[in-house]
């Protein structure tokens, strides 16, 4: 069973990118098209950072594997319009079933047999599954709560030059 998602721990867009494994482009292409939008923080401007929640990384991770078996981007569109209508406690039981083509979702084993059965499904993705690499893979990697000063980020030089500029160093 998947654990409770936690609601305001946010966490930033190279975090997201590791987590979901894609690269920062990616994701700032699906953030600017609407595609997968920061819930939790959008971009405010030059130097904002923006917070992806656990439920968005779910989703950059299944528009991921979804584009690595050739479906295109207007159908992972609709994949993920329809993942946003259902309540995150609905998403760990489903399975994600492709053919290429189109994407089609199934909550019970009979739905996945009755769709391979039928020569529609070659490619499935369970949500559950992914829902838990995903925890596995965050308890390593920083995370944020709105309204707190930023944490520390490895490799977040930047940030690091700024604070040197601020102390006159």
Not at 86 to 103: C, F, K, Q, W, Y
Not at 115 to 121: D, K, N, P, R, Y
Request: net charge negative; proline share 5%; hydrophobic share 40%.
């Amino acid at each position: 069973m998947v654990g409770p998602v936690p609601e305001d721990v946010g966490y930033r867009g190279p975090t997201a990118c590791s987590a979901a494994g894609i690269t920062y482009r990616q994701l700032d292409y699906w953030a600017r098209t609407g595609l997968v939008e920061p819930s939790i923080r959008g971009a405010a401007g030059s130097g904002s950072q923006r917070l992806y929640s656990f439920r968005d990384i779910l989703v950059l991770k299944i528009v991921k594997r979804l584009l690595d078996t050739g479906v295109s981007l207007q159908q992972i569109r609709q994949a993920v319009q329809h993942l946003r209508d259902r309540g995150v406690e609905d998403l760990a039981g489903i399975t994600l079933m492709s053919d290429g083509a189109s994407v089609y979702e199934c909550t019970s084993a009979d739905e996945v047999v009755d769709l391979v059965q039928g020569g529609q499904g070659v490619f499935g993705i369970a949500v559950g599954r992914v829902w838990r690499e995903i925890e596995a893979t965050l308890v390593e990697l920083p995370a944020e709560r709105p309204g707190e000063p930023p944490a520390e980020h490895p490799g977040d030089q930047l940030a690091a030059r700024r604070r040197a500029r601020a102390a006159g160093a």
